[in-house]
């Protein structure tokens, strides 16, 4: 997070041309930059893949909603209409790792790329943040399909941060990601779409946690209000 907050002030110097030279820095490429959603790349040395940057950030909601969104599997296929699967295929009890198996759609005539990763998230009260990290992996139980593309390069590391709690509307986050889904597109057809999918796919995320957090206030709101009838009835009857 840190880090980010440096880049984002070294972007905004760098328009004004008034940054300094910083080798750390300049490595990476500004690809958007909105009110709220910004993005970079740097070349990964001995590929031809990018690493990508992002950091944004959203007021209408918790920290806590954005994270639960994300780690609750059952949820996913409720909001993202083009994960075809996802499930939990193994998982570590010590460590909290869990192995994922993640089907996604991609454009026709395009075959579906699936994933296999281990996850791990935590939520630290200490540094007040939350940790979500994935990195591809293989698995017994889930062997290369024939109906699929098997994504064997993917890393993804999110930080969250709010801006007071976890229960509060407002916080911060950036993701760090790579990944190669072997599409023969041109760079620069598959860089428009890295950099424009990951904000239409948080995007997506924060509008299913707002979804859930607003059902889970008109929950409580009942149960509240139900639980003031009761007492009055007792009382009353007394």
Not at 51 to 72: C, E, K, L, M, W
């Amino acid at each position: 997070m840190e880090a980010v907050h440096k880049l984002v002030e070294w972007s905004h110097k760098k328009q004004e041309k008034e940054a300094e030279a910083c080798t750390e820095m300049s490595e990476w490429e500004q690809v958007v930059d909105r009110a709220h959603f910004m993005v970079w790349r740097r070349f990964v040395p001995e590929t031809q893949l990018y690493q990508y940057r992002v950091y944004g950030h959203f007021t209408d909601i918790p920290s806590r909603a954005f994270y639960n969104t994300q780690v609750d599997l059952a949820y996913w296929k409720d909001w993202d209409k083009n994960t075809l699967d996802v499930r939990v295929v193994e998982k570590d009890k010590e460590s909290t790792s869990e192995v994922v198996h993640w089907v996604y759609k991609f454009p026709y005539p395009m075959y579906p790329r699936d994933y296999v990763y281990v996850r791990r998230y935590t939520l630290d009260q200490e540094s007040n943040t939350m940790v979500i990290t994935a990195k591809a992996t293989q698995h017994p139980s889930c062997p290369e399909d024939s109906s699929c593309v098997r994504v064997a390069t993917y890393t993804s590391q999110m930080v969250i941060k709010p801006y007071t709690t976890f229960d509060e509307n407002g916080f911060e986050y950036v993701m760090t990601y790579c990944d190669d889904p072997q599409t023969n597109f041109p760079t620069v057809c598959y860089n428009w779409m890295a950099s424009t999918g990951v904000h239409e796919f948080l995007e997506k995320v924060h509008r299913a946690a707002r979804k859930k957090h607003e059902k889970s206030n008109e929950s409580s709101t009942a149960r509240m209000d139900n639980s003031a009838d009761n007492l009055y009835a007792k009382m009353a009857h007394h």
